[in-house]
C-alpha cells in the first residue's frame, strides 16, 4: 500500500500550548521506506487535550520531526528492567527514529515559533556534547558501538543513534533561512540534552545528511563539538550503500525512486533524494550506483566544505577495527573517557564480530562503474561551490 496514514488531526490552533493526545494503536502503521525520515504523517491521533512546556520536558519526550511550521513529540516509556540511557543508547537502538516510531504512546505539537520562545531560556548542556558525523553505509553505527561499550552504565558516555530532530534539520536546510536555522539548532539541541547527567558525555550519531548543517549549529552552539569518521575508500562506501539497499527492501529503493520519480514527487514516498539534495541535483542520477555515490558525495562533500568546524585528525574505520587499541585513543580523549575502557571495547569487538564483519560486505563494482563514479566525483570536485 503506497499511501501514509492521512494525518487527521482535530487539534485546536492553541497559539501558546502543546496540542497533545494518543498516538492510534489500532490504526496499523505503515511506513512505505522503512530507511526514510520520521514524518509529522507517521501517525494517526486525535487531540485531546492542550498542555504545558513542563509536561514535555518529563523524561522520555523525544522530537520526533520538524517541519517548517511545528515541532512533533513523542513519549516513549523504558523497556522492561532499562532506565531511558539503555533504551536509548545505540548499543540497542541503531536507529533511535525506528524506534521512536515502533514505540510511541503519546504524541505533542507545537508551532515552531512557541518552541522557540519556551525554549530560548533553556540552561545550557551540563556536560559535554558531540556530534558524530559519517556517510552512509560506511560503519558508523559500528563504531558508534564499539565506543558505547567502553561505558556499559552510559552515565559518563550516552551515544544516540540518529536522533530525528538533527535529520529533521538537515531536511529544513531546503527551507529555512540562516537565522531560523541557527535558532533552530539551538533550541532542539537544548532541549534534547535536558535530562544529560553532570560528568555524562553525550554523542548524537547523525544521519549523514546532517555534514550540511554544521556550520549553523556551530555558530549557534560553539561548544558542540563534531567528528567525521569514514572508511578509507570512497568507492568502498558507494558499493556497501547500493548493496545494503538492496538487501533491505525485496527491490533496491534507490531504482524505484528513480524509476518513478520521472513521473511524479517523490518525497511523500522517502526522502533521500531531498536529503543531499544539491548533490543530487548536480549529478542527476540515472541509476542506483549514482544515486548511491549522491548520498555519499553529500556527505563526504559538505564536510569537506565544512572541514573547520570538526575535530582533526580522527581515525579511520577500518583502522578503529583492526587496532582498536591504538586508534580508539584520540576518540576516547574526546569524549573525556579513561584508556582504562579500552579492554572493554575489545570485548566488545570480540562478541561483535559477525556484525563487524557486515560492514565490510560490498557488491563488486564493474571498471566502468568505478569510472563512471570517477569521473562524476571529478565533475563535483571542479565546481567552485563545493570547494
Ligand atoms: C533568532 O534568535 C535571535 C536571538 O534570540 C532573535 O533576535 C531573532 O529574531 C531570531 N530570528 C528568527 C528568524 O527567529
Aim: aromatic residues 12%.
Amino acid at each position: 500500500m503506497l499511501f501514509r496514514w492521512l494525518f487527521y488531526l482535530f487539534f485546536l490552533q492553541g497559539k501558546s500550548g502543546f496540542e497533545i493526545g494518543q498516538t492510534d494503536k489500532e490504526a496499523s502503521r505503515h511506513r512505505f521506506d522503512s530507511t526514510d525520515v520520521t514524518r509529522e504523517s507517521d501517525f494517526l491521533s486525535f487531540h485531546e487535550k492542550t498542555t504545558l512546556f513542563e509536561e514535555i520536558c518529563e523524561e522520555g519526550w523525544f522530537i520526533y520531526s520538524i517541519t517548517d511550521r511545528y515541532v512533533y513529540f513523542v513519549k516513549i516509556s523504558p523497556v522492561e528492567e532499562d532506565n531511558f540511557e539503555t533504551t536509548i543508547s545505540i548499543e540497542k537502538c541503531s536507529k533511535l527514529s525506528n524506534f521512536l516510531y515502533q514505540n510511541a504512546e503519546k504524541l505533542a505539537r507545537c508551532q515552531v515559533e512557541t518552541f522557540l520562545r519556551i525554549t530560548k531560556n533553556l540552561p545550557p548542556s551540563r556536560s559535554k556534547v558531540l556530534i558524530f558525523h559519517s556517510a552512509p553505509s560506511s560503519g558508523g553505527t559500528t563504531v558508534g558501538k564499539l565506543l558505547q561499550s567502553c561505558d556499559n552504565s552510559k552515565l559518563s558516555l550516552l551515544i544516540v543513534g540518529e536522533p530525528p530532530f538533527l535529520t529533521s534539520l538537515s531536511l529544513l536546510y531546503n527551507k529555512l533561512s540562516i537565522e531560523e536555522l541557527r535558532n533552530l539548532s539551538k533550541s532542539t539541541i537544548r532541549f534534547s540534552t535536558m535530562h544529560q547527567k553532570s560528568q555524562q558525555t553525550i554523542v548524537f550519531k547523525s544521519r549523514s545528511s546532517c555534514t550540511k548543517i554544521v556550520p549553523f549549529i556551530h555558530s549557534a552552539l560553539p561548544s558542540v563539538q563534531h567528528f567525521f569518521i569514514s572508511r578509507k575508500s570512497s568507492t568502498d562506501i558507494i558499493s556497501r550503500l547500493v548493496l545494503t539497499n538492496s538487501i533491505e527492501f525485496q527491490y533496491p529503493i534507490f531504482s524505484f525512486l528513480l524509476r518513478f520519480g520521472q513521473y511524479f514527487d517523490i518525497n511523500w514516498i522517502s526522502s533521500w533524494k531531498e536529503m543531499e539534495l544539491e548533490i543530487y541535483t548536480r549529478i542527476g542520477p540515472k541509476n542506483d550506483l549514482e544515486f548511491s555515490m549522491a548520498q555519499v558525495y553529500g556527505a563526504l562533500l559538505n564536510y569537506r566544505r565544512n572541514r573547520q568546524y570538526f575535530v582533526q585528525d580522527m581515525p579511520f574505520v577500518e583502522d578503529l577495527i583492526s587496532d582498536t587499541a591504538i586508534h580508539i585513543r584520540p576518540l576516547l580523549d574526546l569524549c573525556e573517557i579513561s584508556d582504562l575502557a579500552i579492554p572493554e571495547c575489545i570485548e566488545w569487538k570480540r562478541n561483535a564480530e559477525e556484525q563487524i564483519q557486515q560492514t565490510w560486505d560490498t557488491v563488486e563494482l564493474s571498471e566502468e562503474d568505478v569510472a563512471r563514479v570517477g569521473h562524476l566525483a571529478e565533475l563535483l570536485q571542479q565546481d567552485v561551490f563545493l570547494n
